[in-house]
């Protein structure tokens, strides 16, 4: 059995961080990851690209002696978003992405596009210019089965902007479906998606059977386990267009366990040995590397990390922290139901 496998250090390409003591919390989570995508719905959102560089450098205070986290910054895409103002901070090296959010989709959304149609000169500046849109798939109408939100968004919005912007870089986040499997596998070049570590442990039988689970509530919320073993099929197959981001959403426990609990799973702390359990689940260990330190980076035009990082399984799980603090909070760590035998080490 294999017992050790290294691999050039893993990237996040999305990554909610928040700011504050919330963000001095988590941050040290995140730091032996290489790049992250730093999604900007914090309140209110990064949507200059004088707000982003600021917000950087918080993140940049916030992280610990050595960290080896390289912040990529993303703008938050609104109605009104200027599209030389993106195309600027771009160029400027500021930000490496924008992101859509349909205005209402999840957690502080409400600044969200409204309409696909208003910023469709921004999304013709950022194909003309190479910029990548990282999208959150879900449609916002109450008709639509919260399960089936992303499936709709893939025919009702998705494809439409993609056929209407030729050549526009769009990144799918975290994909919860067999579609969104099926439609990422239909681009080209130019269309990837990330898949987040909790959709490939958990389906929505972790939420809502035998009692419910506020944890393991996310969004897109974890949909049946024909789709979760989509995602694995994908995350493990090595093809290119496939690649991690976390999606870590930390959230104070005393907002998720409430009547209206909000979404989010926190898994920075123990994503790596997550993986490792999974990919050896599925007889991939040697396409781990892929998924989380080569795709991403390589959809970016950006190099592979030239330091490494070693995971050793062990006979004893790794331990990691049931919670941890956050100013006067705590931030539930994300259970994954099986103990974490690989053990993350720095080579
Ligand atoms: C994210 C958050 O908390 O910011 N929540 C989540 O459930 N994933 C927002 C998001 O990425 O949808
Ligand atoms: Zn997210």
């Not at 009702?156 to 056929?163: A, E, G, T």
Request: charged content about 20%; overall charge negative; hydrophobic content about 45%.
């Amino acid at each position: 059995m294999t017992d050790s496998i290294t691999l050039c250090r893993p990237d996040d390409w999305h990554l909610h961080l928040r700011d504050g003591a919330m963000l001095a919390a988590v941050a040290p989570h995140s730091a032996g990851f290489g790049r992250a995508i730093i999604m900007p719905n914090l309140v209110p959102p990064v949507v200059t690209g004088a707000q982003a560089a600021a917000y950087r450098d918080r993140i940049m205070a916030a992280l610990p002696p050595g960290a080896a986290l390289q912040p990529q910054m993303t703008l938050y895409l609104t109605d009104t978003t200027d599209p030389a103002d993106v195309v600027a901070a771009y160029r400027d090296g500021i930000i490496r992405a924008v992101k859509l959010y349909p205005a209402g989709a999840t957690t502080n959304s409400a600044s969200g596009v409204t309409d696909i149609d208003k910023v469709r000169p921004v999304l013709e500046a950022m194909a003309e210019a190479g910029i990548t849109l990282c999208v959150h798939g879900e449609v916002t109408d109450p008709a639509v089965d919260i399960f089936d939100r992303e499936a709709v968004f893939i025919d009702r919005v998705l494809d439409p902007i993609r056929r209407a912007v030729p050549g526009l870089r769009v990144v799918m986040e975290h994909i919860t479906t067999a579609d969104g499997v099926a439609y990422a596998r239909s681009g080209g070049d130019d269309l990837a998606a990330t898949i987040t570590t909790h959709h490939l442990v958990i389906n929505r039988n972790a939420i809502l059977a035998g009692g419910i689970r506020p944890h393991y509530y996310c969004l897109p919320v974890a949909k049946r386990e024909n789709h979760r073993l989509a995602l694995r099929d994908a995350a493990t197959s090595g093809e290119a267009r496939f690649f991690l981001g976390t999606d870590s959403a930390p959230h104070p426990d005393s907002a998720k366990l409430q009547p209206c609990g909000c979404a989010g799973c926190f898994t920075a702390p123990n994503t790596m040995s997550i993986l490792a359990h999974v990919f050896e689940q599925e007889g991939a260990l040697d396409r781990l590397e892929a998924f989380a330190s080569l795709n991403g980076a390589a959809f970016y035009g950006l190099p592979p990390a030239e330091d490494r990082i070693r995971l050793i399984r062990r006979d004893r799980p790794a331990e990691y922290p049931t919670s941890i603090t956050a100013g006067d909070e705590t931030v539930t760590v994300f259970d994954p139901g099986f103990p974490l035998y690989w053990h993350l080490e720095t080579a």
